[in-house]
């Protein structure tokens, strides 16, 4: 639905990339590809992402079921608004670092990357909310602190 979403639109000057372990050819049977979609081989190394994040403007991830995936912190950490579904809501705020969508609305999702497209201001701020987050909250020295902080905590009921 992400590539119904961004064919929908129909933008100038705008390309749907879609990276990782993709059948081109069966989602070809599924859904029209034009020239705006590219399809990104999966990257031999995950220390190459951020040169890939970094040609992005913005970050979608629409799952209908997931954890929490690491790209997204890894996008975030870019400084990449964020486009997903509430498997994610434990990090992203919508409207502050980007935006939670209902699983498989592909017009909502085509209107909040319209809304991204339109306002690349809004696109900045919203990316800079993300690298901040992702500053302040998702560094392994943050988190390990936090743990830590946890187990010590002497009100904690979990505490072994």
């Known amino acids: 639905y992400l590539i119904e979403a961004f064919n929908q639109l129909n933008l100038k000057n705008a390309e749907l990339w879609i990276s990782g372990i993709n059948d081109e050819e ?3 049977k599924i859904v029209k590809i034009n020239d705006k979609i590219i399809f990104k081989k999966r990257l ?3 220390h190459d992402l ?3 994040y970094n040609q992005a403007d913005i970050f979608c991830l629409p799952s209908f079921e997931e954890g929490l ?3 997204v912190c890894q996008a975030m950490s870019c400084g990449l608004p964020i486009i997903s579904t509430e498997f994610v809501s434990d990090i992203v705020s919508d409207n502050i670092e980007g935006f939670i969508i209902q699983p498989g609305k592909s017009k ?3 209107e909040k990357i319209k809304f ?3 306002n690349p201001q809004k696109t900045f701020e919203m990316g800079m909310n993300s690298r901040n987050k992702a500053e302040n909250l998702l560094s392994y020295d943050k988190i390990a ?3 830590l902080n946890f187990c ?3 009100d904690n009921p979990n505490k072994i």
Do not use: C, M, S
């Open 26 to 28: 069966q989602i070809k």
């Open 44 to 46: 031999a190394h995950e």
């Open 50 to 52: 951020p040169g890939l």
């Open 69 to 71: 995936p690491n790209v």
């Open 108 to 110: 909502e999702l085509a």
């Open 116 to 118: 991204f497209y339109d």
């Open 145 to 147: 602190e936090r743990i």
């Open 152 to 154: 010590k905590n002497e």
